[in-house]
């Protein structure tokens, strides 16, 4: 298979805001590892015995289910522990493994940003393609400058899966994807915008890049935690009208 090229990200904080719940909160995170490009049609192609129709743009379409798949599929090519099991579609992350992964959310932001404190780590001409680019789909990784983690895309082009949880209390099972895509206007191209999907959804204009890193835990890390999801999910009283229905 293509080498999932990675970049070692140093410790350090980054803060995450939820609009919802109106709260900001600080996460110190530990060193760890993130893939210099998005997940290729042609990496992908490779693993799952696919074709790639052009091998350099972005891999989409991909669920986060399939995405947590080749995370797997990628650990055991490479002879590492796999981070998920799997029970049906319940998921669970085995933080000490050393396989690869979805991102955290708060890794993700901290990735992107670079150390900037804006909504960009540069002018979104030069480091990310939008709508303002006119193009019609992903274009190939790499096309435009990196931020100072030598990261490319985590701004533009396609939006990015997370291991995390949108808003358990309103969206169920939905996960994060963050970084914007190439038909979104600036507003939405940010190192802080939260969106989601269902596990199980696909989009044209999503894809995912890879994380590595083994933590000595046990259901919590990088700003993640099961007993954080459990708490967000606990919401007091009737949902409000147009909150999508739990199931």
Do not use: K
Request: charged share 25%; net charge negative.
């Amino acid at each position: 298979m293509t080498d999932l090229e990675l970049a070692r990200i140093d410790g350090g904080a980054v803060t995450l805001h939820d609009a919802r719940r109106r709260e900001r909160r600080t996460v110190e995170l530990e060193p760890f590892e993130i893939g210099v490009y998005a997940v290729t049609q042609e990496q992908l192609g490779e693993l799952l015995g696919e074709t790639a129709t052009h091998p350099r743009r972005p891999a989409t379409g991909v669920s986060w289910l399939r995405a947590i798949r080749f995370c797997n599929a990628a650990s055991e090519w490479e002879g590492l522990d796999p981070a998920y099991t799997f029970d049906g579609e319940e998921v669970t992350w085995h933080v000490d493994a050393d396989g690869f992964r979805l991102p955290t959310e708060a890794e993700w932001e901290f990735a992107c940003r670079a150390g900037s404190t804006g909504p960009h780590y540069g002018p979104l001409a030069d480091v990310a393609w939008t709508s303002a680019d006119g193009v019609a789909a992903p274009q190939d990784v790499g096309g435009r400058m990196p931020n100072l983690n030598g990261l490319f895309d985590t701004l533009g082009n396609v939006w990015e899966w997370c291991w995390d949880l949108l808003d358990p209390a309103r969206y169920d099972a939905y996960r994060v994807f963050r970084g914007g895509g190439f038909a979104d206007d600036a507003w939405s191209v940010r190192a802080s915008t939260r969106r989601g999907g269902a596990p199980r959804m696909h989009h044209e204009d999503v894809g995912f890049r890879v994380a590595r890193g083994g933590f000595d835990a046990e259901d919590a890390a990088q700003g993640w935690s099961a007993a954080a999801d459990a708490e967000r999910a606990t919401i007091d009283g009737p949902r409000p009208l147009g909150w999508t229905p739990r199931r």
